[in-house]
């Protein structure tokens, strides 16, 4: 079996179960986890923190993990600071990249999705602390709703 993730607007997370096969050896897919993602801002790199996800594991299992949002699970830890209309750009060193994205932006518990293009955004021009949600998944290339992995990963950042 394997498991999809759908996510709401709200980021809850629902596990829905649907028939595929386990095998990492026909989706690509490597490691018991999904790979490490980094934002890149003025030529310094920061990692994310991983949320909820589903990966088809090494030993030939799906394993789904839910987890809170990006702002409870940032609410220890200190957004970066950035300027106004900075580039940022977001890295994943996997070989395999997934084939759907999604960037979600919250803002005072109002939450928008971001444009990316070539795997880059553009930071707020008003200040403010903003948490983010990258959302990305390997679709299968034939059964269109096919997931073989997803993952969710949470930053913040504070424009001053």
């Given at each position: ?11 809850l997370v ?72 900075e580039e ?73």
């Amino acid at each position: 079996m394997k498991k999809f993730v759908v996510v709401s607007a709200l980021l809850l997370v629902f596990i829905l179960s649907g028939c595929g096969d386990t095998s990492t050896e026909n989706n690509g897919l490597s490691g018991d986890t999904p790979p490490n993602v980094s934002i890149e801002i003025d030529g310094e790199s920061y990692e994310t923190i991983l949320g909820s996800y589903c990966w088809d594991t090494s030993k030939g299992e799906s394993e789904c993990v839910d987890t809170a949002g990006p702002v409870d699970l940032l609410k220890d830890k200190e957004p970066l600071q950035i300027k106004a209309g900075e580039e940022i750009k977001l890295n994943m060193d996997y070989t395999l990249k997934p084939n759907k994205m999604h960037l979600s932006q919250i803002k005072n518990d109002d939450e928008m999705e971001i444009e990316v293009n070539d795997n880059q955004f553009t930071a707020p021009d008003e200040k403010g602390t903003y948490f983010y949600s990258y959302g990305v998944w390997w679709m299968d290339e034939e059964d269109e709703g096919l997931s073989h992995g997803d993952a969710f990963y949470a930053f913040s950042l504070e424009v001053k």
